[in-house]
């Protein structure tokens, strides 16, 4: 595809589950970004990945959260034993390259509800 | 803590009108972004403007900088009812590794244009 894609759209869990979170980004853009917005705020950095490697994991939340990235191309997200404040929209996008003058390329997030 | 904060929270205005957005942030950057949000989904690129730059255009958007104030503003003329969205700026700051730039988003200006 041409845009930035997240599966899934959305995702109901229960609390205590573990979720996975799919970001596919543009072909050829080796820095990828994770971010979490909640309801009515703005984007909360989580974490970068640039080609295999995350220079910067510090916005993870907890350690119940973690991200993966491999072949330089698709990224999972997991956050394990979820909670009800884990719910948010979950927010991935690319870029050609780390560089603060790359606009970034966003999918259409992955809203998730922990009941 | 935010590196960029917009003003106002919300502005409500009447199609025609011009829709004025102000961001302000803490550090020193080398390159400020706008980015536009329709319904709590993905963000989309308008403009990018570097530390070197007063003032850039494209269309019916004017981005002003001042380092000076570290400030930014975001004017839309001739707004149309499709422009309501929320609008966000960015700021780029070194990682947590320091060889490598993220963007972080301020909260966003809700800008809704009534028919």
């Known amino acids: 595809g041409a845009g930035v894609s997240q599966s899934p759209s959305n995702k109901v869990t229960e609390k205590g589950k573990d979720v996975e979170l799919r970001c596919d980004p543009i072909?050829?853009?080796?820095?990828l970004y994770w971010y979490r917005q909640s309801l009515g705020q703005g984007l909360e950095f989580l974490i970068y990945f640039q080609g295999n490697s995350a220079p910067d994991k510090s916005g993870l939340p907890s350690d119940r959260f973690s991200a993966e990235r491999t072949g330089g191309s698709v990224s999972t997200l997991t956050i394990q034993r979820t909670q009800q404040e884990d719910s948010a929209v979950y927010l991935c996008?690319?870029?050609?390259?780390?560089?603060?003058?790359?606009?970034?390329?966003f999918g259409p997030g992955t809203r998730l509800t922990v009941l | 803590s935010q590196q960029g904060e917009e003003d106002p929270q919300a502005l409500s205005i009447q199609e025609g009108e011009n829709a004025t957005m102000n961001c302000s942030y803490k550090?020193?950057?080398?390159?400020l972004q706008w980015y536009r949000q329709n319904s709590g989904r993905g963000l989309v690129h308008l403009i990018l403007?570097?530390?070197?730059?007063r003032e850039k255009h494209s269309g019916r958007l004017r981005v002003t900088l001042d380092t000076s104030k570290k400030s930014s503003s975001l004017l839309i003329t001739a707004s149309r009812a499709a422009d309501t969205a929320s609008y966000f700026c960015?700021?780029?700051?070194?990682?947590?590794?320091?060889?490598?730039?993220?963007?972080?988003f301020g909260k966003g200006t809700l800008l809704t244009v009534n028919p």
């Open positions: 996008a690319s870029s050609l390259q780390g560089a603060s003058y790359n606009e970034q390329f």
């Open positions: 550090t020193s950057i080398n390159n």
């Open positions: 403007i570097r530390s070197n730059e």
């Open positions: 072909s050829g853009h080796t820095a």
């Open positions: 960015a700021t780029d700051a070194l990682d947590s590794g320091g060889s490598n730039y993220k963007l972080t």
